[in-house]
């Protein structure tokens, strides 16, 4: 194995891989790529020769469980072959020690009884992207031709439970979807029969979003999100519902550091690896920022990718704490939060990660 540095406590970095780039058989609205051309294109493709590349690299790198995320733009464009090879040069590269475990994250729209028996024998850990009841979901998730997506998604959960497939959800809260916490909470608990999901709130840090103007979640929004979610939880009464955000706070309100990247100091263990082999050195929320490109894989080595300068570099600015969060009791539960949001260096939700904590603790008993 080849030495990488690690820049937070992760004993590994994970590569988020965009096999088809920003293209997109949808057009969601707050989508950080939705105002540029995101119409399928069958020459953007990763192709097998960088695939191979990225995949004997990274397993040369790593020992152990290890697992590769398969995102977009939307990942199933690439088509069941191409996750073929993947499965294949897997098995031409691994070593005794690897455990593979393959992710795909999907808006789930291309979901037939094909993908399902695939994903289902060959272990692929699935999430889709559905954002609630279908005023919610068909509202920001649609066509590039401008239909709904909240029918085919119905169908896609139903194809998959037959199958057999396990899935998890990522629910995108817009500041106009709070409005039908309640109803998306009950659509997924008992209509769609969902019993884990996380949320992502919309934030347009860049103010670039003309058609979102208005929709990003503020301080107070998300502390109502939360808490709001906690209390749905609860009176649902149901321990086989995991909802990410209420684990990770659960977790902090109990003086432990949060699982989620974003809210444990570990956003600088990942990498993003586009279709043409551009590596980002950070997670998919943070590829649209220029001045962020370490390296290339066409012309350098995985390896000196990750140990190049642009990348230390970039992983002591994410791990930079301001003073405020130094002095902070809170810490060990926020980390400065997810570096997208930060605004001049600083965790926008800094408050509302207080109180939320505060009122975990209060209505969990925690003492």
Known sequence: MQEVFLTSSATRITPIIKVVGERCNLKCSYCYYNHINQTPDGNRIMSIEMLERVISQYLSVFDGPLIFVWHGGEPMLAGIDFYRTV??????YKNKTHIITNAIQTNGTLIDHNWATFLKQNGFRVSISIDGVDCVQDKYRRTISGKGTSNTIERSVSILREAGVDFNVLQTITKSSLAFLKES???FTDALHI????VNVFRD???TNSIMGGESITNED??????KLLDLWMEKNDPSIIIREIDDYALAAC???PDTCSMSGNCSSFITIDWDGTVYPCCDNIVSHKGVVPGHLSSDNLIDIKNGDKRLQLAERINALPKKCKDCDFLYGCYNGC?????????????????ILRYFKDKLLIV
């Open 185 to 187: 909470f009950d659509y």
């Open 195 to 198: 019993h884990n999901w996380g």
């Open 339 to 355: 570096t997208y949001h930060r605004e001049n260096g600083q965790n926008p939700y800094c408050k509302a990660h207080r109180d």
């Open 87 to 92: 499965l294949s040069l897997e098995e031409i």
């Open 205 to 207: 840090v860049e103010r």
């Open 222 to 227: 998300y502390f109502y999100l939360i808490t």
């Open 255 to 257: 003086g432990k550091t």
